[in-house]
């Protein structure tokens, strides 16, 4: 199974970035996929996560309403639409899958009292983003 992330890089505050994962060796549509971030010195933090449908969609409160979680299932790809970046955005951008989200908490939050299992499924390697002011 691989997970391989793309689209990261330097942005000016206020401006956007799209972010990819291509997923390979994996029933893409059976799985959950989720956006995770982790700034250095920082524990890792949930994004966003989406369905196997591609029809529900979480988002946690520090992105909602900027960022865009979508997937295509016949590339077996998921995105990650990010407007109006701020500095606080600035880390590295990890995707995951999950067969199960839980409505009891773990690390791994996806937003609406909804999570990633501990451990999950399978994580990509992560791409960059940078924000700055």
């Known amino acids: 199974v691989q997970l391989v992330e793309s689209g990261g890089g330097l942005v000016q505050a206020g401006g956007a970035l799209r972010l990819s994962c291509t997923v390979s060796?994996?029933?893409?549509?059976?799985?959950?996929m989720g956006w995770f971030r982790q700034a250095p010195g920082k524990e890792r933090q949930g994004v966003s996560c989406?369905?196997?449908?591609?029809?529900?969609?979480y988002y946690t409160d520090s992105v909602k309403g900027r960022f865009t979680i979508s997937r295509d299932n016949s590339k077996y790809t998921l995105y990650l639409q990010m407007t109006t970046l701020k500095p606080e955005d600035t880390a590295m951008y990890y995707c995951?899958?999950?067969?199960?989200?839980?409505?009891?908490?773990?690390?791994?939050?996806?937003?609406?009292?909804?999570?990633?299992?501990?451990?999950?499924?399978?994580w990509g390697q992560g791409t960059q983003v940078t924000v700055s002011s």
């Open positions: 060796g994996l029933g893409f549509d059976a799985y959950y």
């Open positions: 989406i369905s196997g449908s591609g029809r529900t969609t």
């Open positions: 995951a899958a999950d067969r199960v989200l839980y409505n009891r908490r773990s690390s791994f939050p996806c937003g609406g009292g909804w999570y990633m299992g501990s451990p999950v499924n399978y």
